[in-house]
């Protein structure tokens, strides 16, 4: 049976669910900002292992002074944990400072040492 190549990309079958899950970028890295200067990696393991399992913890520094530049990266071992602590923590006082939380962009993630 012929079928018209035009005809077969204008009505594509609908994805399975595993090709939906295929395109989706799941990410598991939290982004935080407007850090205290004060805040160590320690605190912040702490204060965000109560949401789950974290893989790694990334707190920025200025590569000439070694001073805190206020913002860090969190990788949970899955997307519900970085979610979790999304929801609870963004807006939250940390060290006398409003914080920010957010799922991380990979792309901004990849660039930052």
């Known amino acids: 049976m012929w079928i018209n190549p035009l005809i077969k990309r204008l009505a594509p079958f609908p994805p399975t669910a595993s090709q939906i899950l295929q395109k989706r970028n799941f990410n598991s890295e939290i982004f935080i900002s407007r850090l205290s200067f004060y805040t160590t990696e320690q605190d912040l393991k702490r204060l965000f292992s109560r949401f789950g399992s974290i893989k790694q913890v990334r707190l920025i520094r200025d590569g000439k002074t070694q001073r805190v530049k206020g913002f860090a990266f969190i990788d949970y071992s899955s997307e519900d944990e970085a979610r ?20 991380a962009d990979p792309r901004s993630a990849e660039n930052i040492p």
């Open 84 to 103: 979790k602590a999304v929801k609870v923590m963004d807006g939250r006082i940390l060290d006398g400072r409003l914080i920010f939380v957010e799922i």
